[in-house]
């Protein structure tokens, strides 16, 4: 009886698995940073509630006086759980927004032209960021609302996605939509675009 030979992988097969691998990838990475993530949420909405104070006294009267001071306070006050706030919609924000970027890059640069110049890749990169972004934005929006002290009445990821959704309606779930698409775009197109670049230049 003959052997049959092996099939090489399809295309498509190619593309699940970098969908597979980049989901899996950013959402680890994004699981263990994500005590650097909550403090520094903290840190950046710190001051929201002295609005009537100047800048100079807001700085002076910071809740979290810098990274290690914020990182201290935090696990006296929250204990270690603290710094891990938000970790479930944050690790599934990074491996939904990063395994659609990778899987629709591909797509859109053979769209665009096949990826041939420069500039091509980068428009592919910046579409499949945006659109990556704006999918994953409600998972953001949760993300944050859990990191942020005070911020204590959803019970978790799926009762912060129903809450906000009977409460604010959809556009709730989309607050900060355009920004964290036009940040992601950047980001993309640069990341992705320069990495395809040099790996093509690298290897010949």
Known sequence: MSVQPKLPPTEKSNELLRFCFASFSQGFTGFCTNPIDVIKTRMQVDGELQKTASVGQQMTNRYYQGFIRGTVRIVREEGF???????VPGTLRDATYSGMRIYLYEPFKNLIGGGNHLHEK????????????????????????????GERRYRGLMHGLIDVGKTEGLAGLYKGWAPTMIRAAVLTGSQVASYDQIKRFLIG
């Open 81 to 87: 759980a603290g710094l891990m706030r938000g970790a």
């Open 122 to 149: 980068i428009i592919a990169g910046m579409c499949a960021g945006a659109i990556s972004s704006f999918f994953a934005t409600p998972l953001d929006v949760v993300k944050i609302r859990l990191q942020v002290k």
